[in-house]
């Protein structure tokens, strides 16, 4: 089964509104990433976490390594949020990138 | 900051040939990967090397082969195209004590 689990898988929102987009883990995680990929394409890392929250202007995440899941939350959401996010958790004992994705979330922000 | 180049962007290909992508990265970073993504899904690995000459396999390692002829470069082959497949390559790279990784723009495969 999926190792990495995210949700919802498609999100349409107001521009200026606020979501939560969310990752479980089947794996013990230890770190976790998250990445954008905009709609040319790109992955952009957005969060590298140990278990605690983080925040990035309009962005905060949080992962709770003994409950398994991670946050991404978007706050007062733009149209260049568009795209499409994934989180990522690393192999069990590796250092290294190798990483197990989700699936994605697709979040539209509309106008 | 650093750069990672994928080539071709975009290949198109026939059933049953032989095809490779490039990946150079400009960070020094002693790791590199090779990540495939498929329409709706997340990405899989196919290969990794932790350093020049070395060589990882992946989840998704069969019908592929890959190389690193130096550490700045990391090739990838599809060793026989298959019809009417259509994905995503990505590739990126890390620092070896760390797992951040920084991707490339990605080359899209189609075969006819």
């Known amino acids: 089964g999926d190792k990495v689990k995210q949700s919802p898988s498609a999100l349409s929102l107001q521009e200026g509104t606020n979501s939560a987009l969310r990752c479980n883990f089947s794996?013990?995680?230890?770190?976790v990433q998250w990445f954008l990929q905009n709609p040319r394409g790109s992955l952009i890392n957005l969060f590298y976490?140990?278990?605690g929250t983080k925040e990035n202007g309009r962005l905060k995440s949080t992962f709770n390594s003994k409950e398994s899941y991670s946050t991404l939350h978007i706050r007062d959401a733009q149209l260049e949020d568009s795209g499409t996010y994934f989180c990522?958790?690393?192999?069990?004992?590796?250092?290294?990138?190798?990483?197990?994705f989700g699936a994605g979330t697709q979040l539209i922000v509309i106008p | 900051g650093g750069i990672i180049t994928q080539t071709p962007k975009f290949l198109i290909g026939q059933e049953g040939q032989k095809l490779t992508l490039k990946c150079q990265q400009n960070?020094?970073?002693?790791?590199m990967y090779w990540y495939r993504q498929d329409s709706g899904k997340g990405l899989r690995l196919i290969y990794y090397?932790?350093?020049?000459?070395?060589?990882q396999k992946g989840d998704l390692s069969e019908g592929y082969d890959a190389s690193r002829e130096k550490k700045s470069s990391f090739s990838l082959t599809v060793t026989s195209a298959q019809k009417n497949e259509m994905a995503v390559f990505l590739c990126?790279?890390?620092?070896?004590?760390?797992?951040?990784?920084?991707f490339g723009a990605g080359t899209r495969l189609s075969v006819l």
């Open positions: 990126a790279s890390s620092m070896r004590s760390q797992n951040t990784l920084y």
């Open positions: 794996i013990a995680a230890t770190t």
């Open positions: 976490l140990v278990p």
């Open positions: 990522a958790a690393p192999y069990r004992g590796s250092a290294l990138g190798r990483l197990h």
């Open positions: 960070f020094n970073h002693d790791t």
């Open positions: 090397s932790i350093t020049e000459n070395d060589l």
